[in-house]
């Protein structure tokens, strides 16, 4: 019994790491948004951030929303659309299932968080 208990803290820790994202935690949805959040920032504002911070990004417009393509041409590691709604913008990342990390995802989960506020 008393070894039970001394493993039990364990199995909080590893359980802890894999919720936060550690390589050994559960694969993500690639149906779901890696990021889905508002700013009271510009659409334009947050795409020159992007633009800025970001290797190899291919803008387009599709109606009132701002679309950013990150990644090689042909293999593109992150999709991100900028949706204007009521003064403020809506940001919603993508990622392919089996995209490659390129940028990582700390750093393009930084640079959204950056380019957000």
């Known amino acids: 019994m008393k070894r039970l208990l001394l493993l039990a803290p364990a199995v909080a820790i590893t359980a802890t790491l894999a919720a936060c994202g ?3 935690g ?3 949805d690639p149906s779901q948004p890696m990021v ?3 700013s009271s920032r510009t659409v ?3 795409a020159t951030c992007l633009e800025d911070r970001l290797p190899r990004v291919r803008t387009s417009h ?4 701002t679309e950013l393509a990150v990644g090689a041409d042909s293999n593109n590691s992150y999709f991100i ?4 709604l009521n003064g403020s913008t809506v ?3 993508m990622r392919p299932a089996n995209a490659p990390d390129d940028p990582p995802e700390s ?3 930084f640079d959204i968080a950056r380019c957000a506020s």
């Open 22 to 24: 550690s390589p050994s």
């Open 26 to 28: 559960p694969a993500r």
């Open 36 to 38: 889905y959040v508002s």
């Open 44 to 46: 334009a504002s947050i």
């Open 62 to 65: 599709a109606g009132a929303a």
């Open 81 to 84: 659309t900028l949706t204007p």
């Open 91 to 93: 940001i919603k990342v």
């Open 107 to 109: 750093e393009m989960r």
